[in-house]
């Protein structure tokens, strides 16, 4: 599948329409995405029932998380809006880069240990950074400094390049990995979460500018 979305990127608009290709991304990245949210599901719950493990990954999505989802995700976008008109694209792109940097950093360990397996547990047991209080909890590994050296070169290589098929590919990595952590709890939950951000996407592109104004000043691999 990662192939085929190789092949689609590399595809101009001109020989498969725009929205075809809107269309064959989206649903390759969620199929993609379901299928490993299924994997890491499975092998969570192998921990926890088989070999007696907690847990720290097993998270469903609740109705109240359903509902408070557009809300955050529209305090984000007005919080974006506001620093782009007062401070400019270019502080807002950069803050947005260092983002993506921090948050690949946790995909690029998720594939390395989808490819190699416990080959790397070594790297990932001696931790450089323990904070574990009441409300706040920081883990730094080997492994993980290791993670954000390489999606820094990433992230490096693409605003040297400024490449759209790059900046692509680091996008369906980014979205296939936040899709295989979400576990929906129930249908109704899904329906009211989709539903929401129906209602959500209608206002912010078709009732303000917002959205629009968002999308054309961030010059960053999210926009997929």
């Avoid at 950093?105 to 904070?131: C, F, H, M, R």
């Avoid at 990595?173 to 899904?190: D, E, P, S, V, Y």
Wanted: charged share 15%; proline share 1%.
């Amino acid at each position: 599948m990662l192939v085929v979305l190789t092949l689609i990127t590399y595809i101009d608009h001109k020989l498969l329409p725009l929205h075809l290709n809107v269309t064959a991304f989206s649903l390759a990245i969620i199929i993609i995405g379901s299928f490993r949210s299924l994997e890491v599901m499975v092998c969570e719950f192998k921990q926890v029932f088989i070999k007696g493990v907690k847990s720290e990954h097993i998270e469903s999505v609740s109705a109240k998380d359903a509902a408070a989802f557009p809300i955050i995700a529209g305090c984000m976008l007005c919080g974006l809006y506001a620093l782009i008109k007062y401070f400019g694209k270019d502080s807002v792109n950069y803050f947005l880069m260092f983002y993506i940097a921090l948050g690949s950093s946790a995909g690029i360990k998720t594939l390395l240990n989808a490819i190699v397996g416990d080959s790397l547990n070594s790297l990932d047991e001696t931790k450089l950074i323990n904070i574990d209080t009441k409300y706040f909890k920081l883990e730094v590994t080997i492994l993980d400094i290791i993670c954000l050296l390489l999606s820094g070169v990433m992230v490096a290589i693409y605003v040297v390049s400024k490449s759209w098929i790059y900046n692509n590919i680091l996008s369906i990595f980014f979205c296939i990995h936040a899709l295989q952590f979400i576990f929906l709890g129930n249908f109704k939950n899904g329906f009211l979460l989709l539903v929401l951000l129906f209602a959500y996407d209608i206002f912010f592109v078709f009732g303000t500018d917002i959205m629009i104004t968002v999308a054309k000043n961030i010059d960053a691999p999210i926009k997929l």
